[in-house]
């Protein structure tokens, strides 16, 4: 069975720094992706990066990136220069490769406060 | 644009009644998804639909079900066989085939007391 662990359940940050949220997995399936999704106060689940079991390079998308190491089984996000629009519940999330790629297995979350 | 749409984005209705919670897509997607998300954690599956007069169970289907008569509609009905149905629901979609991301809608946050 898949599993995804966030441990930080909040944290604080200032305005232009970066900050890195947490995220482990385990699988028994040799082909999975990770995506991370950022949830602010309004509900909507917003897309923001995707890193594929196979893909050789840590993604980037903006000021998102993508901390993948696949022996430990951690995907964690970097955010770089830190907005006060970053705060925002962020939520890391797995797919196999089973029958759906959409059958994703999310964390608890972690809660992000940007501060001036 | 195309897009999910939820509705209502917020629903009340007293314990013992059955509820149909709307979502529709414009994005041509082969797929769609019921998650439920409950205070303070993850989203959970509840059914899902590769192609339509076809859908399977996820993680939680009991005291729910769904229909996917057309490919733009998902409808999500909460059952009085739900015990603890006050959550807040998301609809997402994605081609059936590739490796996308799920789009979600904006969700209903129903209540039940």
């Known amino acids: 069975a898949q599993k995804i662990t966030q441990t930080q359940p909040g944290m604080f940050v200032q305005e232009k720094e970066a900050v890195t949220l947490d995220c482990t997995y385990d699988?028994?399936?040799?082909?999975?992706?990770l995506f991370w999704y950022k949830q602010p106060s309004s509900g909507e689940m917003i897309f923001l990066i995707y890193q594929g079991s196979y893909d050789q390079q840590n993604a980037t998308e903006g000021r998102y990136s993508l901390n993948f190491q696949k022996a430990r089984k951690s995907a964690n996000l970097v955010i770089s220069a830190s907005q006060l629009g970053d705060s925002a519940m962020y939520f890391c999330a797995m797919s196999g490769t089973t029958d759906s790629w959409g059958k994703l297995q999310f964390g608890a979350g972690t809660q992000v406060v940007v501060t001036p | 644009d195309g897009g999910i749409t939820q509705s209502p984005k917020y629903l009340f209705r007293k314990e013992g009644q059955n509820v149909t919670l709307s979502c529709e897509q414009n994005?041509?997607?082969?797929?769609m998804y019921w998650y439920r998300q409950d205070p303070g954690q993850g989203l959970r599956l509840i059914y899902y639909?590769?192609?339509?007069?076809?859908?399977q169970k996820g993680d939680i289907a009991e005291g729910y079900s769904v229909s996917r008569e057309k490919k733009e509609s998902f409808p999500l009905t909460v059952t009085s066989a739900q015990k603890n149905p006050t959550a807040f629901y998301l609809c997402?979609?994605?081609?059936?085939?590739?490796?996308?991301?799920?789009?979600f809608g904006n969700g209903t946050r129903l209540t039940v007391t």
């Open positions: 639909s590769q192609i339509v007069n076809d859908f």
């Open positions: 997402a979609s994605s081609p059936r085939q590739g490796k996308s991301p799920l789009h």
């Open positions: 699988t028994s399936d040799p082909s999975y992706g």
């Open positions: 994005l041509n997607h082969d797929a």
